[in-house]
Nanobody
Framework: QVQLVESGGDLVQPGGSLRLSCGAS????????MSWYRQAPGKERESVAT????????RYADSVKGRFAISRDNAKNMVYLQMNNLEPRDTAIYYC??????????WGQGTQVTVSS
């Protein structure tokens, strides 16, 4: 059974940092492309960052380039999102997404990030 479990969401002040984690199980993690998405209240879910495997090629939304960094540890079946210089517009529920080699897509349950003073 595929499972994706996010953690690390919190309330943080503008300019602060957070590191989100996503633990994966139930599939061959090293063969899956992993992404972080977010959904703010009243808005559609949007892609934030993606990392391929095995090359580890990364892509970012323009709104987070230079502030966020996605990484993965295939030995631990983990994907991370380091978020720096957070802004109120980054407030959202952040979701982990896996795209398996067979094309199946799975989502985690999300973790709340709130950026506010």
């Amino acid at each position: 059974q595929v499972q994706l479990v996010e953690s690390g969401g919190d309330l943080v002040q503008p300019g602060g940092s957070l590191r989100l984690s996503c633990g994966a199980s139930g599939f061959t993690f090293s063969r899956a492309a992993m992404s972080w998405y977010r959904q703010a209240p009243g808005k559609e879910r949007e892609s934030v960052a993606t990392i391929s495997s095995p090359r580890g090629t990364t892509r970012y939304a323009d709104s987070v380039k230079g502030r966020f960094a996605i990484s993965r540890d295939n030995a631990k079946n983990m994907v991370y999102l380091q978020m720096n210089n957070l802004e109120p517009r980054d407030t959202a529920i952040y979701y982990c997404k896996a795209i398996l080699y067979d094309g199946n897509v799975y989502w985690g349950q999300g973790t709340q990030v709130t950026v506010s003073s």
